[in-house]
């Protein structure tokens, strides 16, 4: 086996991250990337990125639609057995979206998800994520048995994911539903690999754009890496890259970066820089969208 460096970002449009996108792939030099929310559609895609991508010896899988969603997997390292959605009976909104792809990239089943976001708790977009990720564990159930399965999953595992619980009061990406929806795909055998290094410490990956959240470091961790016992086994570092929601025209993601074999970064912590002045008080923060 060969070291290789597997990240998520949901980029939040690739359009808008293409001077974001491009310089980070040339200093964190990936081997496999799954991206969310690209936002464009496929052909519009590769006429955006492809030669870019080719110079840097990237093949492309990629799975969108115009304006909204999309997911893609960009692979240095194999990129066969290509696999759009979900399978046929794959639930839609009302019709299948881009919303996942599959590749197998150096012998690992690469899935890239982008999970519905549910709007609003017991709304039919809210039972529309329930019923897509019962389909997602149906199709990597399937799957073989080294198979990790990254993105933006929309759900914040526990209460140590959220910068304070009592905000989210209310709230999708919390509810008992999501969190049991989320079990029962890890309970496939799946690791949740950042949080198995680092069990104790605060670790987010979005922030929203507004209020200062992201300066003050009240976000969620929703972006996850969820790796199947040979990957996870192979885990030398796991790590949210901070650096990339900071500085102009970021999004409000941060990527995730998991090293297998080695870590040629070394074993540098979970979050990448750490934030310096984090409000930590409960009750002292409301989301910004609450009354």
């Known amino acids: 086996m060969h070291a290789v460096r597997i990240a998520t970002w949901n980029v939040n449009s690739v359009k808008q991250r293409v001077p974001r996108l491009l310089p980070w792939l040339d200093e964190r030099r990936p081997d496999v990337v799954c991206l969310q929310e690209t936002k464009l559609a496929d052909d519009a895609f590769l006429d955006l990125l492809g030669d870019e991508l080719a110079d840097r010896h990237y093949a492309v899988a990629a799975h969108g639609e115009a304006t ?3 997911v893609a997997i960009l692979s240095r390292v194999g990129l066969d057995d290509v ?3 979900l399978g046929d009976d794959a639930p839609g909104f009302p019709r299948p979206e881009a919303r996942a792809v599959s590749a197998t990239c150096g012998g690992i089943r690469v899935v890239s998800v982008y999970v519905p976001n549910g709007r609003v708790p017991d709304s039919e977009h809210y ?18 048995e080294a198979t990790v399965v990254l993105g933006d999953f929309n759900i914040a595992p526990t209460d140590e994911d959220v910068f304070d619980p009592e905000a989210y ?3 999708t990406h919390v509810t008992p539903p999501e969190r049991e929806a989320l079990a029962e795909l890890q309970g496939l055998g799946l690791h949740d690999v950042v949080r198995d290094r680092w069990p104790g410490e605060t670790v987010f990956t979005y922030w929203d754009y507004r209020a200062g959240m992201f300066h003050q470091d009240l976000g969620m961790r929703i ?6 016992a040979p990957v996870a086994g192979r885990v030398r570092a ?4 901070r650096q ?10 941060a990527p995730v970066i998991v090293d297998l074999d080695e870590a040629p970064d070394g074993d540098i912590g979970p979050v990448v820089p750490p934030p310096s002045r984090p409000v930590r008080k409960r009750g002292a923060k409301k989301l910004p969208q609450s009354p």
Not at 135 to 143: C, Q
């Open 83 to 85: 696999v759009v959605g």
């Open 223 to 228: 972006d996850l890496v969820l790796a199947s």
């Open 68 to 70: 909204w969603n999309g």
């Open 238 to 241: 796991a790590w949210v890259d």
């Open 169 to 171: 009061v209310g709230q």
């Open 244 to 253: 990339a929601r900071k500085g102009s025209g970021p999004s409000d993601h």
């Open 127 to 144: 039972r529309y994520k329930l019923d897509w990720m019962a389909s997602l564990r149906e199709m990597v159930a399937a799957g073989p």
